[in-house]
């Protein structure tokens, strides 16, 4: 079976936004979702357990592209960052 994406040349189906609500970092956060994204209606177990395992990020700068609706740039962006460590420090 094959599915579609937001991304595919010809879609399933149509264009659905919704909102969802999620608690991320603690904070309950109001965002919208749309059909075809990976796990449109809340945070997966497997990005939650990797989300409760990994250290904060150093500094503020993310990447986080075709990840669904972003759980981890958003959960790693919201907290607070961590300070950088530098040979010159």
Same mark, same amino acid.
């Given at each position: 079976m094959e599915s579609s994406h937001y991304f595919?040349?010809? !879609?399933a189906g149509p264009e659905t936004r919704r /909102?969802?609500?999620?608690v991320l970092?603690?904070?309950?956060r109001q965002l919208v979702t749309a059909?075809?994204?990976f796990s449109p209606d809340g945070v997966?177990?497997?990005?939650?357990?990797?989300?409760?395992a990994v /250290? #904060? !990020?150093e500094g503020r700068r993310l990447l986080d592209? #075709?990840?669904?609706? #972003?759980p981890i740039a958003l959960t790693l962006h919201c907290? !607070? !960052?961590t300070p950088r460590s530098s040979p010159w420090t």
């Amino acid at each position: 079976m094959e599915s579609s994406h937001y991304f595919s040349a010809q !879609p399933a189906g149509p264009e659905t936004r919704r /909102p969802l609500s999620v608690v991320l970092d603690g904070s309950r956060r109001q965002l919208v979702t749309a059909s075809g994204l990976f796990s449109p209606d809340g945070v997966d177990k497997g990005t939650a357990i990797l989300l409760d395992a990994v /250290p #904060g !990020p150093e500094g503020r700068r993310l990447l986080d592209i #075709g990840c669904g609706w #972003g759980p981890i740039a958003l959960t790693l962006h919201c907290g !607070p !960052p961590t300070p950088r460590s530098s040979p010159w420090t």
